[in-house]
């Protein structure tokens, strides 16, 4: 049987839950940050490290067939606040990923200054192996198909994860390969509103703008740096890796500006237009087909030529470490929005500070999401009421003052912005750990 996420061997264990655990982005930078803040090199270790992990199989009953998932739930850090993290789906999910993920939220709460620490799930779903295991060609894939199936799998693990969700332990929200209504799964299991954001509308604490909150932060960081250097959106052009909820809504909403999107690369292949790509109409064929590939454009293009087309703003909204030292010294961009986790890769970090490729971190950049987030758990436990409008100016402000501390404590100690951000979101988790004799 192919290794997959419904077979029987135990070599699925073993993938999830590989060892020994590798130096990563996020380790690196905390490493250097630790040094500038005069921590030790124990207490360094100590915020890297996570305060949970736990490994779970799922027995998920669909049709005649039982499949089974492996998963892991990473619980990184709660000094500011309740773990918090989105549940993903994705072929090639594994421990040091999600521990890597649960780590990046922690510190991305905490630069912004919103009250979560950092949790996050994976769950390895091959969909060719679930195809074939239910008699099924996944050449011709059904997307309705594939979306039962995932439902079911995310409310068989809320059904799991049950009593730490009921106690505000752990709160989830959408991430790959989930969405609102994988949300309204979990939330069918606690029937409490708090215990999950990013829920559909129309259910109980649901957040008008949550869906658009993480491309509309892209969005304003993107504009942000065209302000500052004193630049007419209408005379921009960006480039996405990745048009799912966060590249398709930051490309809608820079498009309303004029921001020339001309190219778009995604699993399947790209394109590109000189001239500007219709985004409205990739959206609706994205939505229709699952892919850009295939919608009308002058080039088609894969995601190596995409990195190596001249625009002014990159904004890798997909997959993690698409940014190497190995490709770094042929971007063709002037500066990078990191829509995605960790898009650069440690190996690139120095190599784009050397070529002066100005780098928006995921940190701050796609923070709308954590932002809204905690808009709607604590309208959730109110049940007070917020406007789109009200949701969007809130991340726009946590994002812009953000990006403004992290500029200045760059100036003052000769580091990158990715650098200062981490240093910030280490010294505030640093100081709420020991106030609360966690250290």
Known sequence: MPRNSVGPSTSLVEAVLHSPMPQTRSTVLMTRAGRRLGLSDAAVRELAAPAEVRAFRLSVPIGHEVLIFWGVTA??????????????????????????????????????????????????????????????????????????????????????????????????????????????????????????????????????????????????????????????????????????????????????????????????????????????????????????????????????ALLEIDVDVFIPAA?????????????GCKAIVEGANMPVAASAVDDLDERGIRVIPDIIANSGGVVASMEEYSKSLSAARISREGVFGIITERIESALADAEQTALEHGCSVVEASIEIAMRRVYDAMVVRRFL
């Open 75 to 304: 619980l990184h850090n709660m000094a500011m606040g309740p773990y918090k993290g989105g549940v993903r789906l994705a072929g090639d999910v594994d421990l040091h990923e999600t521990l890597e993920l649960a780590r990046l939220m922690t510190l991305k709460s905490a630069v912004v200054g919103v009250e979560f620490g950092g949790g996050k799930t994976g769950i390895r779903v091959e969909w060719p192996g679930v195809y074939e295991r239910c008699g099924r060609d996944y050449n011709v894939r059904d997307l309705e198909f594939e979306k039962d199936v995932s439902l079911a799998v995310v409310a068989r693990y809320a059904r799991r994860l049950r009593h730490i969700l009921l106690r505000h332990e752990y709160i989830p929200a959408p991430d790959m390969g989930t969405s609102p209504d994988h949300m309204a799964m979990i939330f069918n299991e606690t029937l409490d509103p708090a215990t999950v954001t990013g829920k559909p509308e129309g259910v109980q604490g649901w957040l008008p703008g949550r869906r658009e909150a993480t491309g509309w932060g892209v969005s304003q960081a993107v504009l942000r740096l065209f302000r500052q250097q004193r630049r007419d959106p209408a005379d921009c052009r960006v480039s996405l890796q990745g048009f799912g909820n966060v590249g398709s809504y930051a490309a809608g909403f820079l498009a309303q500006h004029g921001v020339r999107v001309v190219a778009v690369a995604d699993a399947f292949g790209g394109i590109y237009d000189p001239n500007g790509i219709d985004v409205d109409g990739l959206a609706q064929h994205v939505q229709t087909t699952g892919s850009v590939f295939g919608f009308p454009a002058p080039h088609v293009i894969d995601n190596q």
């Open 319 to 331: 997959v993690a470490n698409c940014i190497t030292h190995d490709n770094a010294r042929k971007l």
